[in-house]
């Protein structure tokens, strides 16, 4: 059947108000702020977290020596649009997380340890990020966070 057919059976029907439902948006791309942030994240024989709002500068070390770093970059701000972190771990671990749309580069390795970039890849809207790093018997790893789920239309309309 086709819409046209409809015309005559609805012909009759009261007029609603009906919206279409919007389909969600998109995450705004990060923001890009000219505010400091804090340059170096250590951790020697214990953590550190930076995660939730907090400003990644143009150049951020993160240093674990059997320790771990977790930096969080879903809620960041950035200083600008091209960032480059630095990270070393030594007997430790870093964890960087980054949001699901992120344009990422790595460069890195590891000895008697593991540089894991899988989260790497190009996205086309953002800053762009550049993980460089290093670990020996430790682990540097930056993996993507998962996207926002799609609305099922199909449950939003039952």
Not at 2 to 27: K, Q
Request: charge should be neutral; proline fraction near 9%; glycine fraction near 12%.
């Amino acid at each position: 059947r086709t819409y046209g057919e409809l015309v005559p059976l609805t012909r009759d029907l009261p007029a609603a108000a009906y919206t279409a439902p919007v389909p969600h948006a998109r995450p705004a791309a990060p923001e890009i702020t000219s505010a400091p942030g804090p340059a170096v994240s250590i951790a020697v024989m214990s953590g550190c977290d930076r995660s939730g709002e907090w400003v990644v500068p143009v150049q951020h070390t993160a240093f674990a020596l059997m320790g771990g770093v977790e930096l969080d970059l879903r809620f960041a701000k950035f200083a600008a649009a091209d960032v480059t972190i630095t990270a070393v771990a030594i007997m430790g671990g870093i964890e960087i997380t980054v949001p699901h749309d992120m344009h990422v580069v790595c460069n890195g390795f590891g000895l008697m340890g593991g540089f894991d970039g899988r989260g790497a890849g190009a996205r086309p809207s953002g800053p762009r990020v550049t993980v460089n790093g290093f670990a020996l018997m430790g682990g540097v790893e930056v993996k993507r966070a998962k996207p926002p789920e799609a609305v099922d239309l199909r449950k939003e309309l039952s």
